[in-house]
């Protein structure tokens, strides 16, 4: 008779990996996974246009899915095998309309996307200039290629000068990559300005769309778009789904079903979540009501922390990510923890996650926030804070 297998309650945890998680204990910084309360205000999704929730969306996402009969559910395989079905096809297509791009690649994440792109992108004689707050995807995607790669301080155009001055005859070819709204900090990069140092030196620039779309503009479409060489927008942030795509040229788009691994080796992204973002598209692009009611929330959450003298806590931020940087992981736990406690679910963003010492709240602001809830939120905030 064969022999069931049983996991084998024995088996044992590497110590180097248990004493990791010690030591994250003691520092007050482990991580571990908690349900969303549906009930507390919601200041941390990134649903900042609600469009998870939007039944417009759903029923866009059902007509398109009858406009494939016979489609099947799953994708099935890779891109390059079975997986390219002719929605995901036509998708892309809308997209390069919808963002004015010459081609849009699909990935099945916004992390898989900077993965696949900077890792198969940058060669062994070439630079990478990157922002020092740039997101993990982008730091994974830079450690994975093979070329050399330094951070320039962040948002601050003189240092990347310097470095453009600097390595210009040494590399074959320089890429510059920031986010145009970072995602710890909310401040947006000065992309006029680092594309116009990208023209005067001849490097290629690749902007993270990832909480700009939709937040503080509904396409990112602006007079910039034809010096950058590369776009990375999700549909997790505003629209409320799953996936990223590259926007670029058609030989970029070639070059990434050819060397993107995170592209080649994966399932290609579900059908329904395919419908889904392309629905959310359709919807953004008949409706600015969400989108102007974000913009309203944003100007009235910045009169309120001016009211309510709490600006010198926030980083300077005109998008959907507004953090108050207090300092500490057990202080900012204890306010988040008080904020919960009033029915505002804040989060907490710890060390090692942001600098030690620039420990923070970071506030998620969204379409369907009332100002009532802003109001009040930013009431308990200060009466925690300020004291
Ligand atoms: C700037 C930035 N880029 C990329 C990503 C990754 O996107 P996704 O969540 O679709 O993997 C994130 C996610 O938080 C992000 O903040």
């Known amino acids: 008779m064969k022999k069931k297998l049983s996991q084998n309650p024995k088996v044992d945890f590497p110590k180097a990996l248990a004493q990791k998680l010690i030591q994250r204990c003691e520092e007050g910084t482990l991580r571990s996974l908690k349900k969303p309360d549906s009930k507390r205000v919601d200041f941390s999704s990134n649903d900042y246009l609600g469009f998870s929730r939007h039944k417009l969306i759903s029923e866009f996402a059902l007509d398109k899915l009858k406009t494939y009969p016979g489609q099947l559910h799953g994708a099935t395989g890779s891109r390059l095998l079975t997986g390219n079905y002719a929605m995901l096809e036509d998708f892309e297509s809308y997209l390069q309309h919808f963002y004015n791009a010459e081609a849009a690649t699909v990935f099945n994440s916004g992390y898989d996307a900077n993965l696949g792109l900077l890792s198969a992108i940058a060669q062994r004689q070439d630079l990478i200039l990157y922002d020092e707050l740039s997101h993990a995807s982008i730091r994974d995607g830079i450690g994975l290629s093979k070329a050399k790669a330094y951070k320039f301080q962040h948002n601050d155009l003189n240092d990347l000068k310097e470095k453009l001055v600097k390595f210009q005859d040494q590399f074959e070819t320089i890429y510059v990559i920031t986010e145009h709204v970072f995602s710890m900090d909310g401040d947006c990069a000065d992309v006029d300005g680092i594309a116009k140092l990208c023209v005067e030196f001849g490097a290629y620039f690749i902007l993270d769309e990832a909480h700009s779309i939709g937040a503080i503009s509904k396409t990112g479409d602006s007079p910039f778009d034809a010096v950058v060489f590369a776009r990375i927008i999700t549909f997790g942030k505003s629209f409320g789904s799953h996936g990223a795509a590259v926007l670029g040229t058609e030989p970029l788009k070639q070059y990434l079903i050819n060397f993107a691994k995170s592209f080649i080796y994966t399932t290609a992204p579900g059908v329904e979540t395919t419908a889904r973002n392309w629905a959310a598209h359709l919807y953004l692009e008949s409706s600015s009501a969400e989108f102007e009611s974000l913009r309203m929330n944003i100007a009235f959450f910045q009169k309120q922390i001016k ?52 420990e923070r709240l970071r506030f998620c602001l969204h379409s369907f926030n009332t100002r009532n809830e802003i109001e009040t939120a930013l009431l308990a905030l200060a009466k925690y804070l300020i004291q």
């Open 307 to 358: 009211a309510h003298r709490l600006i010198d806590f926030f980083i300077e931020s005109q998008s959907a990510i507004q953090s108050c940087v207090i300092g500490g992981n057990e202080e900012v736990k204890l306010i988040s923890s008080q904020l919960q406690e009033e029915g505002f679910d804040v989060r907490a963003i710890l060390s090692p996650t942001v600098p030690q010492g620039k």
